[in-house]
């Protein structure tokens, strides 16, 4: 059964620094693994899909790698501002199509 | 705005109640989702529906009932329930379930509270 951690749980930052969201998975056999956010209150919002062939993704301050052979992937945020405070989410899908995803890293960013 | 929209926003039932979930999404989607966030648990995803017909049941039982009558509009019927079932239901669309690859959308959320 794939299991998805997610390190740290919360993490606390001054505005400005570069940060690294860890995400571990069990089961090597993924199709894609995928980064969400949440906002309190709110639904999830995708940020990066990452597809097994591929290496990495970037979409403007934000980065996610991945290793499959040694079932780790990052998200990298640049330069963190107050409005990238939520819960980043990540979520891998296998062989069933049933996404598994981790309890996800806690962010606040303050000024 | 996602284009994903649930109704209520919160709900609040006894353990006897009969209630239903709403989702309805404008996007023009054919797949809609049903997921079930917890405090204790991780997100579980627990329907996905393909042009209106069920494609994935993930193992939920059967108080939680699901209808699709039409690509825009999801429902999740409620009865009997257990106070471990207060969630937050979230509903999400995508453009078609492939069940590899597809950016889903999703809409805010349904915080449900069992007594």
């Known amino acids: 059964k794939q299991e998805v951690t997610q390190i740290p749980a919360a993490l606390s930052v001054p505005e400005g620094e570069n940060l690294v969201l860890n995400c571990s998975f069990t089961?090597?056999?993924?199709?894609?693994l995928q980064w969400f956010r949440q906002d309190p209150g709110k639904g999830l919002t995708s940020l990066l899909l990452?597809?097994?062939?591929?290496r990495e993704q970037t979409s403007g301050r934000l980065n996610a790698s991945l290793d499959k052979s040694s079932g780790r992937s990052t998200l990298y945020i640049a330069a963190s501002q107050p409005g990238d405070s939520a819960t980043y989410l990540c979520a891998v899908k296998g062989g069933s199509y049933i996404p598994t995803f981790g309890r996800g890293t806690s962010l606040i960013v303050h000024p | 705005e996602t284009g994903v929209t649930q109704t209520p926003r919160h709900l609040v039932m006894g353990m006897t109640n009969k209630k239903s979930l709403k989702c309805e999404q404008h996007l023009g989607h054919n797949a809609m989702y049903w997921y079930k966030q917890s405090a204790k648990k991780p997100l579980e995803l627990m329907f996905v529906y393909n042009f209106k017909e069920q494609t994935e049941n993930n193992s939920v039982p059967s108080r939680f009932s699901p209808e699709c009558p039409n690509s825009s509009h999801l429902f999740l019927h409620l009865h009997t329930l257990q106070p471990e079932d207060s969630a937050l239901y979230l509903c999400?669309?995508?453009?078609?379930?492939?069940?590899?690859?597809?950016?889903?959308?999703f809409g805010p959320g349904t915080r449900l509270l069992v007594l």
């Open positions: 999400a669309s995508s453009q078609e379930y492939t069940g590899r690859e597809e950016t889903q959308y």
């Open positions: 089961d090597s056999a993924i199709y894609n």
């Open positions: 990452i597809q097994s062939s591929q």
